[in-house]
């Protein structure tokens, strides 16, 4: 009789991230669990092939590992006490921190610019704890960052890191959870070029940071994961009313502010993404349903109003919860 296979449930997972003091030194623990589905750990190792010629007729003789092109996916909601990290992750900057109101503080992030530096945001360090074992990724910087959502559904990010080589540690599960409810979309705001903005169907937003892997002799892991320049860029539909200009905004140079708000209907919590600079582009009349839509791409362009050390940047963001301490 075939002994009995257990399975172990994803259910169990727990994911967290923490800024690392030094580079590739593990940060020394987890302050609060993001929630996260479909968590992926990718260890990427590279195998190096022996085909030399030995006298037979065989295609490969060894395999030798070769380096890690280590990788962490997931996939989150939006809550407000843990978002800032992410956001840190994409953009780098520190976070200031604002007294607004009795236990109410805003968050802002923008875009690190320091050229003796590299203009790096932080390195984090990630647990991933997936039953059978907790895995454990150093010196891993956010390589992009996406935001989507539609009128009848939460508001998603999907994210990928470019990590060291994934290693096992002692399970740290026992620790505090996200207690901050996901954002709807249907409480969300939109405004272009200073003026809301209620005919938004979809939305999507992509925050790249172009991560490469840098390998050197003596490393299997790579010497540095290093972020290139940011690019922000996006597409959305939406209904097309009387008197809509943004069809005639995408056919000419017109460079608009658009602000997006996403905001919790329980504690008013909320997170702003400003860009400053958008140009819309790549207009379409959609003719598929019962009403018409207009489906756009867009482009983030720095700017000067958006950054927050020097220099340009094409968004900043701003968080507004109840946490004093800088992320």
């Not at 727990?14 to 030094?22: N, P, Q």
């Not at 092109?69 to 997931?74: I, K, M, N, T």
């Not at 010497?223 to 009313?241: E, L, R, W």
């Not at 790549?282 to 983030?300: C, S, W």
Request: aromatic share 10%; hydrophobic share 40%; proline share 5%.
């Amino acid at each position: 009789m075939a002994s009995t296979v257990l399975p172990l449930m994803t259910a169990n997972s727990y994911w967290g991230l923490a800024v690392e003091t030094t580079y590739g030194t593990a940060a020394a623990s987890v302050n609060t669990w993001t929630p996260i589905n479909s968590p992926k750990v990718t260890p990427g190792v590279k195998w190096l092939d022996d085909g030399d010629f030995r006298g037979s007729p065989v295609t490969i003789y060894d395999e030798v590992a070769g380096v890690f092109r280590a990788s962490f996916d997931g996939k989150t909601y939006t809550y407000t006490d843990v978002y800032p990290n992410l956001l840190r992750a994409a953009l780098g900057s520190q976070d200031t921190v604002a007294s607004v109101g009795p236990s109410l503080y805003t968050h802002t992030i923008g875009l690190q610019n320091s050229p003796n530096t590299g203009s790096q945001a932080p390195s984090y360090t990630i647990w991933n704890d997936s039953v059978d074992a907790t895995y454990q990724m150093v010196a891993s910087k956010l390589d992009v960052l996406s935001v989507s959502f539609s009128a009848d559904a939460a508001v998603e990010n999907t994210f990928t890191f470019k990590t060291n080589q994934p290693t096992t540690t002692a399970s740290v599960s026992g620790l505090p959870e996200s207690t901050q409810h996901l954002i709807p979309a249907w409480n969300c705001s939109a405004s272009i070029g200073g003026v809301a903005v209620y005919v938004v169907e979809d939305w999507s937003m992509d925050i790249k940071r172009n991560a490469n892997q840098i390998f050197a002799l003596g490393s299997q892991s790579a010497v540095s994961n290093f972020q290139g320049p940011i690019d922000v860029t996006g597409k959305c539909t939406f209904i097309v009313q009387q008197g809509e200009t943004y069809w005639a905004n995408a056919l000419t140079r017109d460079l608009q502010v658009v602000a997006l708000t996403l905001t919790d209907p329980f504690t008013n919590y909320s997170i702003l993404y400003q860009m400053s600079t958008v140009q819309l582009r790549d207009p379409v009349i959609n003719q598929g349903k019962n009403y018409v839509e207009l489906d756009l791409n867009f482009q983030a362009v720095g700017n000067t109003t958006d950054q927050v050390t020097f220099g340009y940047s094409p968004i900043k963001t701003v968080v507004t919860n109840n946490i004093a301490t800088a992320y």
